[in-house]
């Protein structure tokens, strides 16, 4: 089982920044893929942003040029820098960590993001 613990959510000004960090604890030896995603009120959850552990990036056309996911691997913690945020960009964002091997998915409690003036 991995255990996945999510940070840095709250309110930011349109255009401002916030970083939010995802810490994965139990068998965190077993992940591959790590990343973010959000659902907006009324929305389904959609992908914003992964990497993998040898680095390689996924992005949502959304978020591309605005936001960066990063990954440090000693510690199985997943980053999520996001810059010149919009309104739109107000939701849960879900922390996820792909088994790599089995390909279960496992998730965060998730943590809210307002964007708003």
């Known amino acids: 089982q991995v255990q996945l613990a999510e940070s840095g959510g709250g309110l930011v000004q349109p255009g401002g920044s916030l970083t939010l960090s995802c810490a994965a604890s139990g068998s965190s030896f077993s992940i591959n893929t790590m990343g973010w995603y959000r659902q907006a009120a009324g929305k389904q959850r959609e992908l914003v942003a992964s990497?993998?552990?040898?680095?390689?990036?996924n992005y949502a056309d959304s978020v591309k040029g605005r936001f960066t996911v990063s990954r440090d691997n000693a510690k199985t913690t997943v980053y999520l820098q996001m810059n010149g945020l919009k309104p739109e960009d107000t939701a849960v964002y879900y922390c996820n960590a792909k088994h790599a091997f089995t390909g279960t998915d496992y998730w965060g409690s998730g943590t809210l993001v307002t964007v708003s003036s």
């Open positions: 990497v993998t552990k040898r680095g390689t990036t």
